[in-house]
């Protein structure tokens, strides 16, 4: 089964609301996560890194007051899109690592966010 | 910065036939970290085959192994008697750590079987 679950898969919302994803290791501690996002027919670019406790650090463009990241928990990372917008509207996917530094690395299933 | 190229946006086969996927990268590193994952219709991201550069014997999996080229920074899948259901979209990824680091991806081949 899942060793990474993320929630919703699939979320509609209007312009200008907050979306929360949540990204969740069932099994074991994740001590850190990577949050990416995929546009259609596009690849997979990370967005940023979070550890548990820690601040997350943010690639390059990518708007770290828009995407919220927290990661309060070694099982849980959440990523909150602030006052959402269309161009928002992506597939968002967390990744896990679990372990030491071979650690494997787990993704979600994924979390489709259209903004209307 | 490390780069990947995977330079076949698509490709097209007949049922058990054996297809070859390229992925080119570009790194400084001296120790990192390859990959294949398959992303499927679902869109869920599936780990088909990791190599450790440090090792250089090529990394197999059943019907998966890949050719690991570390001078020439070439890491290619293949896929022996192909599947209906090997059909999807195929990346190559790179990390310089081991799992630490964010994954940089290819653009993806997708890779359609024909029955």
């Known amino acids: 089964g899942a060793v990474v679950s993320q929630h919703p898969s699939w979320v509609i919302c209007k312009s200008g609301t907050s979306v929360k994803i949540e990204c969740r290791s069932l099994d074991f501690q994740a001590t850190t996560m990577f949050w990416y996002r995929q546009f259609p027919k596009q690849s997979l670019m990370l967005m940023a890194t979070?550890?548990?406790?820690?601040?997350?650090?943010?690639e390059q463009g990518v708007e770290k007051d828009k995407f919220l990241i927290n990661h309060a928990s070694l099982t849980l990372s959440t990523l909150t899109v602030t006052s959402a917008h269309p161009e928002d509207s992506s597939f968002y996917i967390c990744?896990?690592?679990?372990?030491?530094?071979?650690?494997?690395?787990?993704f979600g299933e994924g979390s489709r966010l259209t903004v209307l | 910065a490390q780069t990947v190229t995977q330079s076949q946006p698509e490709m097209s086969v007949q049922e058990a036939e054996t297809v070859t996927l390229s992925c080119t990268y570009d790194?400084?590193?001296?120790?990192?970290?390859l990959f294949w994952y398959k992303q499927p219709p679902s869109r869920q991201m599936i780990l088909v085959i990791r190599q450790e550069a440090y090792k250089q014997q090529n990394a197999t999996e059943n019907r998966f192994s890949v050719n690991f080229q570390k001078a020439a920074k070439s890491f290619s899948l293949k896929i022996s008697d192909s599947q209906l259901g090997d059909t999807a979209m195929y990346f190559c990824?790179?990390?310089?750590?081991?799992?630490?680091?964010?994954?940089?991806f290819g653009k993806g081949t997708h890779l359609i079987i024909q029955p």
């Open positions: 990824a790179f990390t310089s750590g081991g799992g630490a680091d964010g994954l940089t």
């Open positions: 979070s550890n548990e406790g820690s601040k997350a650090t943010y």
């Open positions: 790194t400084s590193e001296n120790n990192y970290y």
């Open positions: 990744r896990v690592q679990a372990g030491g530094y071979t650690g494997e690395l787990f």
